[in-house]
């Protein structure tokens, strides 16, 4: 698949057949293959203003296990899309780039992950939605950022629980529920560019901007900040705050839909390690509205899982659904 200049977009769009005003053939496949385009807040913009639905982890999964359409395309990394065939496999299920990934979901591979798993026979398995299906069909709850504190709370105190892949994650839900977890020590890679100085120094100079945190930060960093949430939460929060300006450390791509929001409010996204763009995931950033129409056209890629795991995965999806 070609990378697309935005410069050059006509001439590279006229070379594949892609027509110039996107947005309206985009609409028009959703209807002709009755789709629903779901899109998560690290899309580029282009693609959450075509989306007929945007949200977090928990809200595409709640979305995309209630939804009537045929066709699901989603908008988002692999371990998302995973997601929705488990909870809709006999539906076709489009991801426009199969290559996006998650440095956190490939941060817990399935085999070492059971040879833990396998040395912990008195623990249960509480995985963040960010892992692989093999990963969810080794788990016995699925939890995601927004709702991880909920559910652990929801388990009986007296039992032992392994909390995977994200230590992060981990650490703030042992903080807000004082619980101990034994913890896979993976991480985001997005997540954990954030600089701590940085971020200090930019409050210095925004000392009126409240600061607001994804829990898959590190904990030096979640320390300087106001509010810790998910995307949607962060979203919700600079919405209800009467603050007027934040710094925003999560991925940037959040920032559209805040801005969208509250135009008058100023959102500052966090400073990374380096003068670098990664403070946007490489991962979600593969797809583009072009490889979306293209999905959508040609009907592929599409995700597949063999029976059984998906069988294994939807399990402890559905108790989270059911949990939160
Ligand atoms: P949420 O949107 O559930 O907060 O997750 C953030 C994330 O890292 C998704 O990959
Ligand atoms: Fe994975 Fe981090 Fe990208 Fe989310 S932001 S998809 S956790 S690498």
């Given at each position: 698949?070609?990378?697309?200049?935005?410069?050059?977009?006509?001439?590279?769009?006229?070379?594949?057949?892609?027509?110039?005003?996107?947005?309206?053939?985009?609409?028009?496949?959703?209807?002709?293959?009755?789709?629903?385009?779901?899109?998560?807040?690290?899309?580029?913009?282009?693609?959450q203003?075509?989306?007929?639905?945007?949200?977090?982890?928990?809200?595409?999964?709640?979305?995309?296990?209630?939804?009537?359409?045929?066709?699901?395309v989603?908008?988002?990394?692999?371990?998302?899309?995973?997601?929705?065939?488990?909870?809709?496999p006999d539906?076709?299920?489009?991801?426009?780039?199969?290559?996006?990934?998650?440095?956190?979901?490939?941060?817990?591979?399935?085999?070492?992950?059971?040879?833990?798993?396998?040395?912990?026979?008195?623990?249960?398995?509480?995985?963040?939605?960010?892992?692989?299906?093999?990963?969810?069909?080794?788990?016995?709850i699925?939890?995601?950022?927004?709702?991880?504190?909920?559910?652990?709370?929801?388990?009986?105190?007296m039992?032992?629980?392994?909390?995977?892949?994200?230590?992060?994650?981990?650490?703030?839900?042992?903080?807000?529920?004082?619980?101990?977890?034994?913890?896979?020590?993976?991480?985001?890679?997005?997540h954990?560019t954030?600089?701590?100085?940085?971020?200090?120094?930019?409050?210095?100079?925004?000392?009126?901007a409240?600061?607001?945190a994804?829990?898959?930060?590190?904990?030096?960093?979640?320390?300087?900040?106001?509010?810790?949430?998910?995307?949607?939460a962060?979203?919700?929060?600079s919405?209800?705050?009467?603050?007027?300006?934040?710094?925003?450390?999560?991925?940037?791509?959040?920032?559209h839909?805040?801005e969208?929001?509250?135009?008058?409010?100023?959102f500052?996204?966090?400073?990374?390690?380096?003068?670098?763009?990664?403070?946007?995931?490489?991962?979600?950033r593969?797809?583009?509205?072009?490889?979306?129409?293209?999905?959508?056209?040609?009907?592929?890629?599409?995700?597949?899982l063999?029976?059984?795991i998906?069988?294994?995965?939807?399990?402890?999806?559905?108790?989270?659904?059911?949990?939160?």
């Amino acid at each position: 698949m070609p990378v697309f200049v935005t410069a050059n977009r006509s001439a590279t769009q006229a070379d594949l057949g892609i027509p110039q005003d996107l947005f309206a053939a985009i609409e028009r496949l959703k209807r002709d293959l009755n789709a629903i385009v779901l899109a998560h807040y690290y899309q580029e913009a282009d693609i959450q203003d075509v989306a007929d639905y945007i949200g977090d982890s928990l809200g595409l999964s709640q979305k995309a296990a209630e939804t009537d359409a045929e066709v699901i395309v989603f908008a988002g990394v692999h371990f998302m899309a995973e997601t929705a065939k488990i909870l809709n496999p006999d539906k076709l299920v489009l991801l426009p780039d199969l290559a996006a990934g998650c440095s956190l979901a490939d941060s817990c591979p399935p085999e070492a992950f059971a040879t833990f798993k396998a040395q912990h026979p008195d623990h249960i398995v509480v995985s963040y939605i960010n892992c692989t299906a093999e990963i969810k069909a080794m788990s016995d709850i699925i939890c995601t950022s927004s709702n991880a504190v909920k559910l652990v709370n929801q388990i009986p105190t007296m039992q032992p629980i392994i909390f995977a892949p994200d230590r992060n994650l981990g650490r703030y839900v042992m903080q807000q529920t004082g619980r101990e977890l034994l913890l896979w020590d993976g991480s985001c890679m997005v997540h954990e560019t954030f600089s701590e100085r940085k971020l200090v120094e930019l409050k210095v100079a925004h000392p009126q901007a409240e600061i607001i945190a994804h829990p898959e930060c590190e904990p030096p960093v979640l320390a300087h900040a106001d509010f810790i949430g998910s995307t949607t939460a962060l979203l919700n929060y600079s919405q209800r705050s009467p603050s007027q300006a934040f710094i925003v450390v999560t991925e940037a791509g959040i920032i559209h839909q805040m801005e969208k929001a509250v135009p008058g409010k100023q959102f500052i996204p966090a400073p990374p390690m380096n003068q670098c763009a990664c403070n946007e995931c490489p991962h979600m950033r593969l797809n583009t509205l072009e490889k979306l129409y293209l999905a959508m056209k040609h009907q592929s890629p599409e995700i597949t899982l063999p029976e059984a795991i998906q069988k294994a995965a939807l399990k402890p999806i559905q108790r989270m659904l059911a949990m939160s």
